[in-house]
């Protein structure tokens, strides 16, 4: 069974600070990975793709880790319209689609 | 471009009352999901439709049946509601491209079944 396995958190965070999150997922064969971000009580929606050699978008960026199979999400300088779940999302590649973590509920606080 | 829509949003049902969820996308995407999500339990796929005509069972489709009426509408029925089916329903469709698959979420439906 496929796992994407999540802290979920809370992470209380000052604004402006810099945060981390990560999270493992189980299929060695997995080819795409992404960070989905959630607002309380609205549908997900794509944040970013994670590539190999890692990106960077504004003040988030993703790296990828195929050796030990986790995916990170950096976000510098924080606003409190950050504040969300972030995601974690796998794919196979096939046609049954993506996998979701639980997600990592993030607070970011004046 | 309304992107992926779905009806109703809010839905109360007595045990055993059936309903149809509907969702359509106007993107052109060929695949189509439908998720349930419930706290602590994270996103999980009912069923899915790779393209039109087709539909295969997801994580957990049992006590629910799919529809996918053409290339833009996919819906959801549960035959006989059971208050185990109290969740946000999502309906996702998906555009693939060379970094992988973007899936594209309905705003969501909420039902409560008493």
């Known amino acids: 069974r496929k796992e994407v396995e999540q802290d979920p958190g809370p992470f209380n965070v000052p604004e402006g600070a810099t945060v981390a999150f990560n999270c493992t997922y189980s299929n060695s064969?997995?080819?795409?990975?992404?960070?989905?971000?959630?607002?309380c009580r609205k549908e997900p929606k794509l944040l970013?793709?994670?590539?190999?050699?890692?990106?960077?978008?504004?003040?988030?960026?993703?790296?990828?880790?195929?050796?030990?199979?986790?995916?990170?999400?950096?976000?510098?300088?924080?606003?409190?319209?950050d504040s969300a779940t972030y995601l974690c999302?796998?794919?196979?590649?096939?046609?049954?689609?993506?996998?979701?973590?639980?997600?990592?509920?993030?607070i970011i606080q004046p | 471009?309304?992107?992926?829509?779905?009806?109703?949003?809010?839905?109360?049902?007595?045990?055993?009352?059936?309903?149809?969820?509907?969702?359509?996308?106007?993107?052109?995407?060929?695949?189509?999901?439908?998720?349930?999500?419930?706290?602590?339990?994270?996103?999980?796929?009912?069923?899915?439709?790779?393209?039109?005509?087709?539909?295969?069972?997801?994580?957990?489709?049992?006590?629910?049946?799919?529809?996918?009426?053409?290339k833009r509408e996919f819906s959801l029925r549960l035959e006989s509601a059971a208050p185990s089916q109290t969740s946000v329903y999502f309906c996702a469709s998906s555009e693939w491209a060379s970094w992988g698959e973007t899936q594209y979420f309905g705003p969501g439906t909420r039902l409560l079944v008493l």
């Open chain 1, 29 to 39: 064969a997995s080819q795409s990975f992404f960070w989905y971000r959630q607002d």
């Open chain 1, 48 to 81: 970013m793709s994670v590539y190999s050699s890692g990106n960077e978008d504004g003040r988030f960026t993703a790296q990828l880790n195929r050796a030990s199979q986790y995916i990170s999400l950096l976000i510098r300088d924080s606003k409190l319209s």
């Open chain 1, 89 to 106: 999302v796998v794919s196979g590649g096939g046609a049954d689609g993506l996998t979701f973590g639980k997600g990592t509920h993030l």
């Open chain 2, 1 to 70: 471009n309304a992107g992926v829509t779905q009806t109703p949003k809010f839905q109360v049902l007595k045990t055993g009352q059936s309903m149809t969820l509907q969702c359509a996308q106007d993107m052109n995407h060929n695949s189509m999901y439908w998720y349930r999500q419930d706290p602590g339990m994270g996103l999980r796929l009912i069923y899915y439709s790779a393209s039109e005509g087709t539909t295969d069972k997801g994580e957990v489709p049992n006590g629910y049946n799919v529809s996918r009426l053409n």
